[in-house]
């Protein structure tokens, strides 16, 4: 079974690149925010937990996403690999997989990280806010928010991967097709 994790800040393309690799080469799609997203919708106590988290900027528990991701896996056991979109956000998490994964007898096969600067998120997610009516894609201060922890939590995540030799970093500045091209050459 085939694992890739794909890579990046919020807004580089991660979900959108997802759902082409899905049509054209048949992967499962996981993506831990629209999980979170469809809990908050359905009033769960989960959702009710991550909410208040998520429309201020802020990452949820790692408890809760690395449960999120292996009730995923268990109950996804006949397609031919995953795409883990958003998710690992902190190096616990990037541990908490490969724990995962090497107790399910699997690796995960490479990370395809897609690169853009701040400047680039920024005008992004406000783009994406006029189209998905995301409230945390909507305020500059949560924008910042999501900026800062990025670099903070998620961003050593890249040297966690660098030595374990899984990372591969695409720049994403050209076309979504042109950017598509480059993260699709990286997948099998
Ligand atoms: P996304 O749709 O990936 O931008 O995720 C939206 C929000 O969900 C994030 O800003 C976080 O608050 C939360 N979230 C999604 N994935 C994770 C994760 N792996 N760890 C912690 N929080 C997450």
């Given at each position: 079974m085939k694992y890739y994790v794909l890579f990046g800040p919020p807004g580089a393309g991660k979900g959108t690149f997802a759902k082409m690799l899905v049509e054209n080469k048949g992967y499962y799609h996981i993506s831990t925010g629209d999980l979170l997203r469809?809990?908050?919708?359905e009033g769960t106590p989960l959702g009710m937990q991550a909410k208040d988290l998520i429309e201020?900027?802020?990452?949820?528990p790692d408890e809760v996403v690395?449960?999120?991701?292996?009730?995923?896996?268990?109950?996804?056991?006949?397609?031919?690999?995953?795409?883990?979109?958003?998710?690992?956000?902190?190096?616990?998490?990037?541990?908490?997989?490969?724990?995962?994964?090497?107790d399910m007898g699997e690796e995960l096969t490479r990370v395809v990280s897609?690169?853009?600067t701040d400047e680039e998120v920024?005008?992004?997610?406000?783009?994406?806010?006029?189209?998905?009516?995301?409230?945390?894609?909507?305020?500059?201060?949560?924008?910042?928010?999501?900026?800062?922890?990025?670099?903070?939590?998620?961003?050593?995540v890249i040297?966690?991967?660098k030595a374990h030799d899984k990372y591969f970093e695409v720049e994403a500045h050209g076309t979504i097709d042109e950017n598509y091209a480059k993260?699709?050459?990286l997948i099998d």
């Open positions: 469809k809990e908050i919708a201020k900027g802020n990452l949820v690395c449960g999120m991701i292996r009730q995923q896996f268990d109950s996804n056991p006949d397609v031919r690999g995953f795409l883990l979109d958003g998710f690992p956000r902190t190096v616990a998490q990037a541990i908490a997989l490969d724990e995962m994964l090497t897609i690169h853009i920024r005008r992004r997610i406000k783009g994406r806010a006029l189209v998905e009516n995301r409230a945390d894609d909507a305020d500059d201060d949560i924008i910042t928010t999501r900026i800062r922890n990025y670099h903070e939590k998620t961003e050593p040297q966690y991967y993260v699709s050459a």
